[in-house]
């Protein structure tokens, strides 16, 4: 359900903002295995999407065709015919997003996520929009408690070593000076196998603080789903047996929901 009133939403510093950040992956069964990241990510506002300067403007682009469907002609339409087909009616505020731009041709994103308001500016849902290595797409409707925290049922093949089973335990305050989100997946037997953490700072989104991170993160998205490849690699070397991908479902009109 949205927050109530009287509970204070917090914002961030300013928006466009860049969070410079750590993505973690510890996985405890059936073998351990954690892996660590830097990258960046960005949060704006979908209804006022950042254009960098011309020079710099190849390391942050922004595009509907790598959200939702794909089809929509903004990232906005997209998301509001996929809360459209869920019932969600009062959204209609503010929307920010948090995700990688695209950067120098490519982008990956596993999460993106969208915070959304109504017309007053209180919380409505947010929607965890997963991207998984197969180009396949699929999003989750979140009504988060006040500490940002909610359950869904897993229903989407991501990770080659685990079955669609089971549920997912998120945490997704929105970020602030700090970002810190949560995922955890926990099993029917009640094991909880897999937690991913993203921990970040806030940095301002001008020209010197884009070309800084991309200067300290060079291709960022590409190494994002290198380092997936990589790490699935190193898994199966480790004995983990490979579950079978599902066949694909004929997509909606409004994409994989």
């Not at 390391?59 to 469907?69: E, K, M």
């Not at 993160?217 to 699935?232: E, K, L, N, Q």
Request: aromatic fraction near 8%.
């Amino acid at each position: 359900m949205p927050a109530p009133a009287s509970v204070p939403v917090p914002v961030p510093a300013s928006v466009p903002a860049l969070y410079t950040c750590e993505v973690g992956h510890t996985r405890v069964q059936p073998v351990r295995h954690s892996l660590r990241r830097r990258t960046y990510l960005w949060l704006v506002d979908l209804d006022d999407l950042p254009r960098p300067p011309r020079l710099l403007r190849p390391l942050a682009r922004f595009d509907a065709s790598d959200h939702f469907g794909g089809r929509a002609r903004t990232i906005r339409a997209g998301l509001d015919a996929y809360l459209m087909a869920q019932g969600v009616r009062n959204a209609d505020g503010r929307v920010l997003m948090l995700a990688h731009a695209r950067v120098l041709g490519h982008v990956f994103n596993p999460l993106t996520l969208y915070w959304c308001h109504d017309r007053t500016g209180r919380p409505v849902c947010v929607v965890a929009e997963v991207h998984n290595t197969y180009g396949g797409r699929h999003c989750y409707l979140l009504r988060p408690a006040e500490d940002g925290s909610a359950d869904v049922a897993k229903d989407f093949y991501v990770s080659p070593f685990f079955d669609v089973e089971g549920s997912y335990r998120m945490r997704v305050p929105l970020p602030g000076e700090r970002l810190d989100l949560t995922v955890q997946l926990r099993l029917p037997d009640g094991s909880r196998p897999l937690t991913a953490t993203v921990r970040g700072r806030h940095r301002p989104a001008d020209a010197r603080g884009l070309l800084t991170a991309a200067l300290r993160h060079p291709w960022s998205t590409a190494a994002v789903s290198a380092g997936i490849r990589w790490h699935g690699i190193r898994l199966y070397l480790k004995g983990l047996p490979v579950r079978p991908r599902p066949r694909p479902v004929t997509p909606t009109r409004e994409g994989m929901l």
